[in-house]
């Protein structure tokens, strides 16, 4: 059935067993959208997880109680958000949506600053985790 749920191994079991030992879980909150959701905010815990649009320093929108920027990431402007592959600037996915629709998220352009695409679309991410 296509409805089943993948229950293989993750993301987690591609990387070294040492770093993995180190890493901690996380609480974050996630902006729900209003268009489907009603607004407000998720809890998660995860100790691999994409940043958000506060986090990382591109403003707020939605419920976002109880985010902050992160400090590497206070004050940086758009150029310090920029991420190369192969030397070429490239989009990539932040967890915040863009509130009023269903179907879009938030990134970070290619220039830095606060993009938006359909949540199909494919791109780069820049996973964040903690250390403990």
């Known amino acids: 059935d296509s409805?089943?749920?993948?229950n293989g191994a993750g993301f987690l079991y591609r990387l070294d067993p040492e770093l993995v030992s180190v890493l901690g879980a996380v609480?974050?909150?996630?902006?729900?959208?209003?268009?489907?959701d009603g607004g407000g905010q998720d809890s998660f815990s995860d100790k691999v997880f994409l940043l958000s649009r506060v986090e990382v320093d591109l403003g707020t929108e939605g419920t976002t109680t109880g985010e902050?920027?992160?400090?590497?990431?206070?004050?940086?402007?758009?150029?310090g958000r920029i991420k190369l592959l192969n030397?070429?600037?490239?989009y990539w996915w932040?967890?915040?949506?863009?509130?009023p629709f269903a179907h879009f998220v938030?990134?970070?352009?290619?220039?830095?600053s606060v993009g938006i695409n359909f949540a199909r679309n494919t791109y780069g991410l820049a996973p964040a985790c903690c250390i403990i």
């Open 3 to 6: 409805l089943d749920l993948y």
């Open 68 to 79: 902050t920027v992160y400090p590497y990431y206070s004050g940086i402007g758009d150029a």
């Open 27 to 36: 609480n974050k909150k996630v902006a729900r959208n209003t268009a489907t």
């Open 106 to 112: 938030r990134g970070v352009d290619t220039s830095g």
């Open 94 to 99: 932040l967890r915040s949506p863009r509130v």
């Open 87 to 90: 030397g070429s600037a490239r």
